[in-house]
Nanobody, 124 residues
Framework: QVQLVESGGRSVQAGGSLRLSCAAS????????MAWFRQAPGKEREFVAADTRSGGPTSYGDSVTGRFTISRDNAKDTVYLQMNNLKPEDTAVYYC?????????????????WGQGTQVTVSS
């Protein structure tokens, strides 16, 4: 069993930056590939970014490529999402997810563990 707790979400103006964190506990963090997804009101959950159990390579959703970066610190059992040049359309609840597979990319059904989410609001 893995527990995931996201933090770092807040309100920010367009063009700003945020770094989200997802702290994992319960199992050996390096045994899991991690990902970030997001869900805006009235919309389906959307893939944002994913890494592999080794930390790389990484993959990104089309709408965030070039602006967001996923990274991990295995010593801290934490995965991060650095978000730059934020846009109002980035407003959503952001979730981290974990899988024991080496890599799951954007396949939501392959992720076994999910956090409770953290709200990001971007104003214009």
């Amino acid at each position: 069993q893995v527990q995931l707790v996201e933090s770092g979400g807040r309100s920010v103006q367009a063009g700003g930056s945020l770094r989200l964190s997802c702290a994992a506990s319960g199992r050996t963090f390096s045994n899991y590939a991690m990902a970030w997804f997001r869900q805006a009101p009235g919309k389906e959950r959307e893939f944002v970014a994913a890494d592999t159990r080794s930390g790389g390579p990484t993959s990104y959703g089309d709408s965030v490529t070039g602006r967001f970066t996923i990274s991990r610190d295995n010593a801290k059992d934490t995965v991060y999402l650095q978000m730059n040049n934020l846009k109002p359309e980035d407003t959503a609840v952001y979730y981290c997810a974990a899988t024991e597979k080496f890599y799951a990319g954007n396949l939501q059904g392959w992720y076994t563990y999910w956090g409770q989410g953290t709200q990001v609001t971007v104003s214009s």
